[in-house]
Nanobody, 123 residues
Framework: QVQLVESGGGLVQAGGSLRLSCAAS????????MGWFRQAPGKEREFVAT????????YYADSVKGRFTIARNNAKNTVYMKMNSLKPEDTAVYSC????????????????WGQGTQVTVSP
């Protein structure tokens, strides 16, 4: 069992930045690939970013590439996502998720989920 708790969301103006954190507890965090997903009101959950257990393999959704950076610190059992140049369309609940072994962009492949943190970007 892995427990995930996100933090760092909030209200920011367009063009601003936020850093989300996802603290993990439970089974060996370093053995899990991690992902960030988001869900806006009335829309389906969508993939944002993922990285491997070592941090050496990273993928981003095209909509955030060049603006968001995902990273992890296995010693602190934490994964981060720095979000720069935020846009109103980035407004959503952001959730981190864990899956054993490889990275992935499909939310159905993730085994553990946090409760989510709200990110609101004003125009």
């Amino acid at each position: 069992q892995v427990q995930l708790v996100e933090s760092g969301g909030g209200l920011v103006q367009a063009g601003g930045s936020l850093r989300l954190s996802c603290a993990a507890s439970g089974r060996t965090f370093s053995r899990y690939a991690m992902g960030w997903f988001r869900q806006a009101p009335g829309k389906e959950r969508e993939f944002v970013a993922t990285l491997s257990w070592s941090g050496g393999i990273v993928y981003y959704a095209d909509s955030v590439k060049g603006r968001f950076t995902i990273a992890r610190n296995n010693a602190k059992n934490t994964v981060y996502m720095k979000m720069n140049s935020l846009k109103p369309e980035d407004t959503a609940v952001y959730s981190c998720a864990a899956r054993p072994t490889t990275t992935g962009t499909n939310s159905l492949d993730y085994e553990y989920w946090g409760q989510g943190t709200q990110v609101t970007v004003s125009p």
